[in-house]
């Protein structure tokens, strides 16, 4: 499965859990766009009760750039919570264990 196909899947399940989910487009200046920083996760979730959950989405075989290691590191220790999601089970179990 791609991860395109994930992320709307992660999408759906959350949204229809109550959550708010925000789709990031991250790298360089495309067009006249800023867009987030390089390395920052595909989604952000804010989940009912107010937590906020930072989702990496990868699909098949896909592996982390630097830049994407570096941001993690950099939310996590901002007090964040990432996650790296191959599918939606991961998020379900990131969900069941909080």
Excluded: C, F
Excluded at 5 to 29: C, D, F, K
Excluded at 54 to 71: A, H, N, P
């Amino acid at each position: 499965m791609t991860g395109r196909e994930i992320q709307r899947l992660i999408t759906e399940y959350l949204t229809a859990r109550g959550a708010i989910v925000i789709r990031h487009n991250s790298g360089y200046v495309r067009k006249n766009v800023k867009l987030a920083p390089p390395g920052t996760p595909d989604l952000q979730a804010v989940l009912p009760g107010g937590r906020v959950l930072w989702i990496e989405v990868k699909g098949d075989g896909d592996t982390l750039r630097d830049s994407q290691k570096k941001m993690h590191s950099r939310l996590r220790e901002m007090g964040h919570t990432v996650i790296v999601a191959h599918s939606v089970d991961d998020v379900a179990d990131y969900l069941s264990s909080i």
